[in-house]
């Protein structure tokens, strides 16, 4: 029976040292595809609807590194039972019904098994844990040799999170005498019974090395990565200089525009804007309006480039070619990828400018005009 009263928590454990992944930072707080293990694991469980608290039971040396997690931060215990139970322990009082333990080096947690969990415990079950059947042949093995086979029937690769009604794991824990390798065990001593839901092969516990980079592949598989064109067109008038990509220079002609006109910073611009399906400048600053007349450049793209962060998007590189015969682009090229990165908050090894001519053809090549073509890649963060 669906319980219309359910509330649960998520209990993170990363208090242990992690020795097996190898030297340096425990591995919870170790870069993976990006971020730290632990940042991975943390979202999976925030951006979840169905998720009240999230409690991240922590080493107490660790605390600088939980510093502006999204979570109720508790120091652990010497066993990862006793980290657990400091962690219950911050649930008290919550009026929350429900709780899913979790290990944070299981960065791959996907919300699927969360909600898989969550579902077998709102109907009813008192315990639920992910699990994957073992499929390969087993063996027993002694100095390298084996020594027997074991039969895999029957047999699952438990996973987490464990989930639980907040009281019975809470009983259960309180009685258990220590030393369970996880919350299922510490479970089931206590008389509970607990329903078996689909893992999955990505949700691995980071133990080993090799862990890093098998997972590395599966969350940089899942990276949303966009990509989007600017095109722009300003023709000469009278004027002593133009202004390219924030930089002005000197020429007996200037370019026509409603702003400076800056050509090259209008194709950037609007390469951000079509990466993140905002329309163009012209959509978020209209000609039509008057202070816009004259308008340093820099405000539009300095707005495309907040709107990237707003919406969660980093700038991985930007490439703008400037289409003229005069004036020369080359010797002012470093100086308008400087003052691009200045704007930008992007390192100017990210920031490609150069230029091409038409070789005197259309309109570029009678020298009426300027053009400019810029690419930008965007990852969302």
């Known amino acids: 029976m669906t319980n219309t009263g359910f509330k649960a928590a998520a209990i993170i454990v990363a208090a242990g040292r992690g020795t097996r992944a190898g030297a340096g930072l425990p591995k919870q707080w170790r870069p993976l595809a990006g971020r730290r293990v632990v940042d991975w694991t943390i979202d999976a469980f925030d951006t979840h609807l169905r998720i009240d608290r999230i409690v991240l039971v922590i080493h ?60 077998a415990l709102n109907d009813g079950a008192q315990g639920a844990a992910p699990a994957l059947q073992v499929t390969d042949a087993l063996w027993y093995g002694t100095d390298n040799q084996v020594a027997g086979t074991q039969d895999r029937a029957g047999l699952y690769r438990a996973q987490t999170p464990q989930g639980f009604s907040l009281p019975v794991i809470r009983a259960a824990h309180a009685a258990h005498s220590g030393g369970a390798s996880d919350d299922v065990e510490v479970a089931r001593a206590a008389g509970v019974d607990v329903k078996i839901v689909p893992g999955h092969e990505t949700n691995l516990k980071i133990t080993t090395p090799d862990d890093f980079a098998r997972l590395e592949t599966h969350l940089r598989g899942t990276m949303d990565i ?112 400087t003052r691009m990165s200045e704007i930008m908050n992007l390192d100017s090894d990210r920031i490609s400018i150069k230029a091409t001519t038409s070789e005197k053809l259309g309109f570029t090549g009678r020298e009426e005009g300027i053009a400019a073509l810029a690419t930008a890649t965007l990852v969302k963060s």
Not at 74 to 96: N, Q
Not at 261 to 281: E, F, K, N, P, S
Request: aromatic share 4%; with cysteine; glycine share 10%.
């Open 226 to 337: 966009r990509l989007g064109n600017g095109f722009d067109v300003h023709a000469f008038e009278a004027g002593d200089h133009v202004t390219l990509c924030g930089v002005d220079i000197a020429h007996t002609r200037g370019l026509r525009g409603h702003s400076d006109a800056d050509v090259g910073m209008h194709a950037v611009t609007d390469a951000i804007y079509g990466a993140l399906a905002q329309g163009d400048i012209g959509r978020h600053f209209p000609p039509s309006e008057a202070e816009w007349k004259d308008a340093d450049s820099a405000i539009f793209l300095r707005h495309a480039v907040d709107l990237a962060a707003q919406m969660k998007f980093s700038i991985s590189n930007i490439d703008c070619t400037l289409i003229c015969e005069h004036p020369k682009i080359g010797p002012h090229a470093a100086t308008m990828t």
């Open 60 to 119: 107490p040396d660790d605390a600088d590194f939980a510093s502006g997690l999204p979570a109720t931060i508790v120091h652990g215990g010497a066993t990862r039972d006793a980290s657990v139970r400091a962690g219950l322990d911050a649930l008290t009082d919550t009026g929350l019904t429900h709780v899913l333990i979790h290990d944070a080096a299981r960065a791959g947690i996907d919300h699927g098994t969360i909600s898989a969990v969550i579902d």
